[in-house]
């Protein structure tokens, strides 16, 4: 999909822009460490480690919680 959504449990709705990424960042490995697919143990802490994570590191994509969390 070009765009993936999540609903998280607080009632918010997260949009992240999947081919915006792979063409971005070039490299699967840098989310899938096992391969395309499902990635095992995502969720509230994958996601703040490493969606937040790399944005604050790059200085470049949402950074606060109502950038991705969206009613
Ligand atoms: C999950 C709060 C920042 C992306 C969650 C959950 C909470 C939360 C409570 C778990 C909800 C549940 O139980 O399902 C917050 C707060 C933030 C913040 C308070 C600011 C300090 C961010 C940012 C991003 C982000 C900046 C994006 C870069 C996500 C994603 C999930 C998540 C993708 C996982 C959703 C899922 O499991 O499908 N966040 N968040 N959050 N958050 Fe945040
Ligand atoms: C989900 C492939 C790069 C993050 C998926 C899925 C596939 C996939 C096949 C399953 C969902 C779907 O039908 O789209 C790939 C390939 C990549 C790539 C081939 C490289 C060209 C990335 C990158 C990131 C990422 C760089 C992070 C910035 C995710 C996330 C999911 C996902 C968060 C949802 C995981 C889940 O729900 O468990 N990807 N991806 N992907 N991808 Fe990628
Ligand atoms: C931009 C979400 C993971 C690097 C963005 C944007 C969103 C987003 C909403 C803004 C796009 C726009 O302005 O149109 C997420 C979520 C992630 C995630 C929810 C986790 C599932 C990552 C990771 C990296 C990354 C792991 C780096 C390793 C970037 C960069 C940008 C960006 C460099 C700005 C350039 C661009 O828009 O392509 N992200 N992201 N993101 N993200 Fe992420």
Do not use: R, Y
């Not at 709705?13 to 490299?27: D, M, V």
């Not at 969606?51 to 200085?59: F, I, L, P, S, T």
């Amino acid at each position: 999909a070009d765009v993936i959504t999540f609903k998280a449990g607080n009632g918010t709705t997260i949009t992240f822009p999947h081919k915006a990424h792979q063409q971005a960042l070039k490299n699967c490995k840098v989310c899938h460490e096992k391969g395309p697919g499902k990635i095992e143990g995502f969720g509230k802490e994958w996601a703040h480690k490493n969606c937040k994570g790399c944005h604050a590191d790059k200085g470049a994509g949402p950074t606060k919680c109502g950038e991705c969390h969206k009613k």
